[in-house]
Nanobody
Framework: VQLVESGGGLVPPGGSLRVSCAAS????????MGWFRQAPGKEREFVAA????????VYATTVKGRFTISRDNAENTVFLQMNSLKPEDTAVYYC????????????????????WGKGTLVTVSS
């Protein structure tokens, strides 16, 4: 299994950015996918998740209404569109994959998520 994030960079407050995650090594449309982030000096936190066929999504309250998760099962890629970015959104953003939807939607089971990318840095600053 390989997850490779891309698209991070420097963006001013109020700006937009889309990060991508290219997946390989598993049956992509059978796996829920998610995004997490880790800011300097903080623990990794959940951002968003999407079910295997894309019919269900869930978001952290801190990003709901600003971020949109989507997937292209033909291209084995998951996206995170980030709008109205704030300095507090600065973090390394990680892509994750796991066969169990519960592992994304339940705080108690997120530690059991099996597959992770290496992350892409998003910096929100003027």
């Amino acid at each position: 299994v390989q997850l490779v994030e891309s698209g991070g960079g420097l963006v001013p407050p109020g700006g937009s950015l889309r990060v991508s995650c290219a997946a390989s090594g598993f049956t992509f449309n059978s796996y829920p996918m998610g995004w997490f982030r880790q800011a300097p000096g903080k623990e990794r936190e959940f951002v968003a998740a999407i079910s295997g066929r894309g019919g269900a999504t869930v978001y952290a309250t801190t990003v709901k209404g600003r971020f949109t998760i989507s997937r292209d099962n033909a291209e084995n890629t998951v996206f995170l569109q980030m709008n109205s970015l704030k300095p507090e959104d600065t973090a390394v953003y990680y892509c994750a994959a796991d066969a169990r939807w519960l592992n994304f939607i339940s705080t108690a089971f997120r530690k059991d998520i099996n597959y992770w990318g290496k992350g892409t840095l998003v910096t929100v600053s003027s």
